[in-house]
């Protein structure tokens, strides 16, 4: 079976230091990998996604930066953090199936890290 | 753009059956998932629907209606351990179909 792992489970960082948070999946291959954020009250919003190594979209322009060097890692980083900053960042995994009939790729989330930036 | 719109809470009681709603415009359709989130905790997958109707799974049901660009779903029996939110997302047809767009999530509060 497939599990996704993130670390850490929680950060407390001050404004301007760098950041790098990892998911890793197990369990499957070549994924679609995603990166969100939840702000207190607002909905999720994607960040970034990849389909492939080196691949990387980006949804959202911002200080954030990602990184996919392996098949089923994925590393999302900022050089300096700024207090808008603060969520809590979820990692997902899907992969594809169904066919071109009825395809569906359910993402699945990570635990998440909940990030304070002070 | 996508628009999803959901209430922002709702209060049911235990034993009781609950429905949210959730209605959406989007300029490309191709599924809607609905996502269960206890407070401090990751979402977790509860349904999905692609094709207009109902989708039945133990005491939850999600239902699609694309020309009405409305879905709902419908949680019976309600327990203590649903007192959670529940987010309806949309994905995109086309360019970027891997992409879901959240709604706010609806914080349902199951009491005794």
């Known amino acids: 079976s497939q599990t996704i792992h993130q670390w850490p489970a929680t950060l407390v960082q001050p404004v301007g230091s760098p950041l790098s948070l990892e998911c890793t999946v197990e369990g499957t291959s070549n994924p679609n990998l995603y990166w969100y954020r939840q702000a207190a009250g607002r909905g999720l919003q994607l960040l970034f996604y990849?389909?492939?190594?080196?691949?990387i979209s980006s949804e959202v322009p911002q200080n954030l930066s990602a990184s996919r060097p392996q098949d089923r890692q994925f590393i999302l980083s900022s050089k300096k953090l700024l207090l808008s900053d603060s969520g809590f960042y979820l990692c997902?995994?899907?992969?594809?199936?169904?066919?071109?009939?009825?395809?569906?790729?359910?993402?699945?989330f990570g635990p998440g890290t909940r990030l304070t930036v002070l | 753009g996508q628009n999803i719109d959901q209430p922002t809470e709702m209060t049911a009681t235990e034993g009781a059956i609950v429905q949210i709603n959730c209605t959406y415009q989007t300029s490309g359709f191709n599924g809607l998932f609905w996502y269960q989130q206890h407070a401090g905790e990751a979402p977790t997958f509860l349904s999905y629907n692609v094709l207009d109707g109902l989708e039945e799974k133990g005491r939850f049901s999600s239902f699609l209606s694309r020309s009405k660009g409305y879905s709902y779903l419908l949680l019976k029996e309600l327990q203590m351990k649903d007192s959670a939110s529940y987010l309806c997302a949309v994905r995109n047809s086309g360019a970027g179909s891997y992409q879901l767009t959240f709604g706010k999530g609806t914080k349902l509060s199951v009491i005794p």
């Open positions: 997902a995994w899907s992969v594809l199936f169904g066919g071109a009939a009825s395809p569906t790729d359910t993402q699945y």
């Open positions: 990849s389909v492939g190594i080196g691949q």
